[in-house]
């Protein structure tokens, strides 16, 4: 079993930033891929990004390409979302996620942390 917590969500005005934090607890934690994932009200829950257990790939959703980045520390069990240049439409919950190496879907969630970005 893999324990996700984030935090660092809060209430931001538009371009502003924020940087969430995904603290994993459990197996090892550099086995696995993590990944970003946001659900904002009456929508379904879509991708945002995703770093491979190595840390040398990265993906982004087209819609944050160029304002987020995905980062992790290894040494304290920890997946980042800076996210800069915030929008009222990036509001939502945002989950971290984790995929065993080698495998593309995600086994693990927390529980999400609320970001709300006013204009």
């Known amino acids: 079993q893999v324990q996700l917590v984030e935090s660092g969500g809060g209430l931001v005005q538009a371009g502003g930033s924020l940087r969430l934090s995904c603290a994993a607890s459990g197996r090892t934690f550099s086995s696995y891929g993590m990944g970003w994932f946001r659900q904002a009200p009456g929508k379904e829950r879509e991708f945002v990004a995703d770093?491979?257990?190595?840390?040398?790939?990265?993906v982004y959703a087209d819609s944050v390409k160029g304002r987020f980045t995905i980062s992790r520390d290894n040494a304290k069990n920890t997946v980042y979302l800076q996210m800069n240049s915030l929008k009222p439409e990036d509001t939502a919950v945002y989950y971290c996620?984790?995929?065993?190496?080698?495998?593309?879907?995600?086994?693990?969630w927390g529980q999400g942390t609320q970001v709300t970005v006013s204009s």
């Open positions: 770093l491979s257990w190595s840390g040398g790939n990265t």
């Open positions: 996620a984790a995929r065993l190496r080698g495998y593309v879907g995600y086994e693990f």
